[in-house]
Structures are given as C-alpha cells and as structure tokens.
RNA sequence: GGGCCCGUGGCUUAGCCAGGAUAUAGCACCGGGCUUCUAACCCGGGGGUCGUGGGUUCAACUCCCACCGGGUCCGCCA
C-alpha cells in the first residue's frame, strides 16, 4: 500500500469537491496548499462568498458540517476555522508514510512524471575556466536535471560547446602567439593566453582580420585550423569538465556546435528561414525580421562575410534537440534573455518547437562585473580550494582525533555542499555579488547542517546496531510515535513529494533547499526531545529509531537530489 | 532613451506568477542549555512603514500604474 501526501490531496480534493457541490456550490479551485494550521488549508469559502452572498465564514462552516468522510479515509478532520477549512491527516496518514519510506527507500520521493527532456545547462565558453558567474548556472542546471529525474523525467544533460565561435578563434590564434603555460590546469592556461591576445588585439586593431580569417576557414572546414581550433577547445573543455565533477555536475553529453555546420543543418535552417520570407540583406549581412513577434531590431543570422554566428547555429542545435526529448529545456544567463526570446520566435516562425528558458540574474564582484576576457574573475577552482579548506579547518576542530584520510573526505563534501547549498537557495531572479567572506562562513543551517543531520541519524543507528537494539529490516510500530517532535518530523518527511512536484513543475530547485533546511530542522528538533536509544519502551525505542532510519532515508534522498554528498559521519 | 529582472529587520534571504489566518529563515545582537544518541546542535528574546506614492479589492509583500534606487540587454560577441 503507498500512502502518501499526492494520495492525501487526492482524496481531500474528491471529499471537499462533492462536498460543495452537495452544498450547492460550484468551484473549480479549491485553493488547496500545505498550511502551518493543518496538513491542508483550503481557502474555497473566499472565493464563494461573493457568488453565494454569503460571509466566508458562514460558508466555511456550512461545508465543514456537510463533510461526509470515507470509510478508508486518510483525513481525521476537515473543520473551519473562521473563513478557512483545516484539514487533518490521520494516523493511517502518518503510520503509511513511514512505511512507505522504510520500504523505498532510496526510491522514496518523485517518480510521478514521464517523458524525455532534453536539458543544457553551463555551456561555458572554452576559453577559460569556470569562475563563480558560470557555476550558478551548473549548479542550478544540474540540480534542475536532479529534480526533474528524481519525478520521474527521462533527462539527457548537455553541455553545448562553442568550438568555433570569435572567442575559439582568438584563443587559437593566441596558441602561435603567446606561451602556453603547461604548469598550470588546461583551462586556467587557456585564459592566459586568451588575455593576453585580446589585450593585444586592442592595441593593434588590424591583426583582427586575422581572427576574421580563422573563422572563415573553420567554417569552410580547413582540416589544419580546425585541428588547431579542437586542439585549445579539447584542453579547456578537459579543464571545465574536471571542474564541473569535482562539483558534483555531471553532464551526459558535450554537443560540439561545429557539428551542425558539418552536416549541414545551420544551412539548411538557414534556407528555411529564407523560405518565410522574413529575411533581408542588411550591410552585407542577412538579418530575420521578428517584428510582428514583438521584437523591433532584427536578428542577424549570417555576417557579411558568409559565416555563420553563435545564433545560427544554436537554431540548428535546438532544431536537433527537439528531436532528441519531448521537451527541451535551457539554463541561461540573464544576458541572454533577448537573445533567447529572438531564437524561440525564429523557431515559432519556421514552426520548429520552442525550449523552455530557465534564467538565472549575474552574480558579479564587488568592484562590478565579471569578464573572462579582461581576467577580472574567480575562479570556480579557487572557490572550491578555498572552501575546502577552510572546511578542513572545522574538521580538524571537531574530530580531531580522527585520521587524515576522514577529515580530508569530510572537508571535500562539507565544502562542496556547502557553496551547492548557497548558490540553490537563493532564487535565480535575485543578483548577487560574491563575497569571499560570506562563501568562507560556513552559514548555520547550510549546506553541512543538512549533511550534519544526516550523519547525526547514521550514528544513532549505527550505534543501535552495535549495541543490538536494531536491525534495519526489523519490524516497527510507527503509532506509538505520538510526540509533537515526532508527529511533525512525519509530516515533514510526506512533503517530501509535493515540494518535488512543485520545483519540477515550475523549473525552480531553489524550493528544494527551504526544504532541506526544515526537514533537518524537524530532525534536529525531534532528536532532542526524544531519546531514542535509551528509551525506556522498547517498542516506542523500536519505532523511534525506525523514525531515525526514515530521516536517514529522507534527508539521503533530498541531498543525493541536490548533488550533496550525505556523509555517514563527519 | 527603450525592454527585462531585483528592492522584505543592521546584513543575506523565503513568500509574490495562482491576493486571504500573527511576513520565512539564517548571520549579527541579548539570555539559557554539553556526566545523557557528534553542541557543524537546541530553547528563549529584542529588532520589519515588505523601496516610495497612487489605484483595484471585503482583503495587497502578492495584482495594476507612476516614480526612485541597483543590475542587465539593446544586429554581424556568446
């Protein structure tokens, strides 16, 4: 039997439904949502009263009293309150929810949704490495891909490489003209050189043209400079991509863009677009008129000299994801807002399907923003150094006497915890700026508390086990579990569905985080009051640390879902 | 100049799109708690004209308009 909060809802929306209509009333929302009065608020009396010309807490009351509940009911009360209708859960409620977790396990939450989607996020120029700008879009992208997996999407992650751009060009080009420090990590060269030759392009103005010439010939598929230009992607993109591991960033595919040059398929869209008729000769170029798209500068597809941009040949990207999921999804920044809402109209226009745009606002330095091509930027490698060993610095603090080897595992997942949480909670609407003081100070309540948390509940297990008061395949009686810490920790635990439901479905993972917090929290607060181990009652001891192995589960699941580590101790 | 985003206690931040019950949490501050399952913890307290001014509504942090402040974008970069 899966009982659960989405079957709760279920059945309180079929019961509050025919109940209204029994009442005579009519409504197509109830207004339903998780409450700090009840398991459920439903707000519906507002929304009658002015049809039923009525006082909402006369209707409330009027539906309260005409609820009929089913025999094998999940809700112990529906009850107004003033305007409003308290819904409660009842035991079987909170017992099934327990025995769900103990018997899914890590399988628990999600797993409500189908479908393929195809998900790009980072996609980071080769021309440098990630600095702290770049891993808010990794770490929002990969968690999103977390959530949208864990509710059951089939997700194809990708990271689309620009190998042929202005930038690959100038990087290529500063390979023969500068020296290539191979000391240091491929990427973090690469953005040597790179800052160099762009510096030294502004001095000297007319070796552009050189640049210009690279790009011709990587389009009209010179083996040599398109060996010379896979040769420095090949490097940086080695780089980015050990970065991104390091951070818990797992990308299934790196889609090169110059693929879709090669086998025609940017020219292809281009004579589709030409088809339309929206296209014109703009100073050499050929632009897209996207006007009665509500966009008044056009878009330009092809520059004068015959190559194709970044724009053209994210078209054919796009054109070839749609075919890869049903629904094609993109992390972007905040720059690219206008550029995004162009590509989505030329695809509308040429009747190819449209992504869905997840945008996230810039994170930039206190003395303003970042630039890979001026070098005024932190590096995401340097972030991840820092942290971690100010992580270690706790470590060594609080588990002194453990052995180097522990400590330096603790302060890896602490530390990467710790800037995945920071970046998650914060809503990607919201810039901030970076502040190597706050990113060192570990937050209460973070990342680590969440991870804390955990480990907490894998020693009192683990400390059960050796005392042989446990067995995790024992058997428990979950109704014995009649404290306040107990009741809502349960509770807390069966949101687990709706919070994942509702970041899935509005592309926000940030949600997951305020709830990872309070799920921690409600351990926390229930592991203080409680005794587990030492409870006088073997059978209340029995279902506490039942109550324990399903907090495991549950704050297991919710980081595994952020791309946290859960440490079994730390 | 135009478009878009943001503006919530000293600092960071949730809630806003789908308006309703005392506005969420953390940092900092004040007070309390380790002979008891790891104190990266817990309990209590002070602190908010939700940028400003209008409007819609029985009800506005939430919707609409204007303004102020910050960010960002505005064709041959990505």
């Known amino acids: 039997m899966i009982v659960l909060y989405l079957n709760f809802v279920e059945q309180v929306t079929s019961v509050m439904s025919d109940t209204i209509r029994s009442a005579g009333f009519e409504v197509d929302d109830l207004g339903l949502e998780p409450s700090q009065h009840a398991d459920l608020a439903c707000r519906v009396a507002f929304k009658l009263a002015s049809v039923a010309k009525k006082s909402p807490k006369d209707i409330a009351e009027q539906i309260a009293s005409a609820v009929v509940l089913p025999d094998d009911s999940l809700i112990e009360s529906i009850q107004a309150q003033g305007p409003y209708l308290n819904i409660k859960a009842n035991r079987k409620y909170l017992d099934g929810t327990v025995a769900t977790i103990r018997q899914k396990k890590e399988a628990f939450g999600g797993d409500f949704c189908e479908g393929t989607i195809v998900l790009e996020h980072t996609s980071a120029n080769p021309n440098g490495p990630l600095h702290v700008g770049h891993i808010r879009n990794s770490i929002l992208g990969d968690t999103l891909g977390r959530v949208l997996k864990r509710v059951g999407y089939d997700v194809d992650t990708q990271y689309y490489v620009n190998d042929m751009g202005r930038q690959i060009a100038i990087v290529s080009w500063a390979m023969k003209n500068f020296d290539f420090d191979s000391e240091k990590k491929g990427d973090h060269a690469i953005a040597g050189i790179y800052i160099k030759a762009n510096a030294w392009l502004e001095e000297e103005p007319d070796r552009v043209a050189e640049i210009d010439r690279l790009m011709q010939l990587v389009e009209s598929g010179d083996e040599e400079t398109i060996q010379r230009f896979d040769e420095v992607v090949g490097i940086a993109v080695d780089g980015i991509r050990n970065t991104l591991l390091r951070m818990n960033v797992i990308h299934d595919d790196f889609v090169n863009e110059s693929g879709f040059i090669r086998s025609g398929a940017v020219s292809r869209i281009v004579d589709e677009i030409k088809a339309t008729g929206r296209t014109e000769m703009d100073d050499g170029a050929l ?284």
């Open 287 to 570: 632009v897209v008129d996207l006007s009665d798209h509500g966009f008044e500068k056009t878009l330009v597809i092809q520059r004068s000299d015959g190559t194709s941009l970044y724009t053209t040949r994210d078209l054919a990207y796009h054109e070839w994801k749609a075919e890869q999921g049903e629904r094609v999804i993109d992390v972007l920044g905040a720059d690219h807002k206008l550029i995004s809402g162009q590509l989505k109209a030329t695809l509308r226009s040429i009747g190819k399907q449209e992504p869905e745009i997840v945008i996230f606002e810039f994170v930039s330095l206190p003395e303003g923003s970042m630039s890979t091509r001026r070098g005024k930027f932190i590096t995401a490698d340097e972030l991840l150094e820092q942290v971690e060993s100010q992580a270690l610095v706790e470590v060594e603090n609080r588990r002194p006497d453990m052995p180097d080897e522990f400590k330096e595992q603790v302060a890896r997942m602490v530390g990467i915890g710790a800037v995945r949480y920071d970046i998650i909670k914060v809503s990607p609407e919201k810039s901030t700026v970076f502040d190597w003081k706050e990113a060192l100070d570990f937050e209460k309540q973070g990342g680590p508390f969440i991870q804390y948390s955990h480990a907490r509940a894998c020693s009192i297990l683990r400390k059960a086990e050796e005392e042989g008061l446990w067995d995790p395949k024992r058997e428990i009686d979950p109704s014995v579990l009649l404290e306040d810490g107990e009741m809502v920790l349960i509770r807390k635990m069966a949101l687990f569905d709706h919070v994942l439901e509702r970041s899935a479905s509005e592309l926000k993972p940030h949600m997951l985080a305020t709830y990872a917090r309070e799920l921690a929290d409600a351990f926390n607060q229930f592991y203080r009051f409680s005794p587990v181990i030492s409870a006088e009652e073997a059978t209340v001891r029995n279902a506490r640390l039942g109550l324990v192995d399903c907090a495991r589960i549950v704050l297991a699941n919710v980081l595994e879902t952020l791309g946290i580590e859960a440490p079994e101790s730390m």
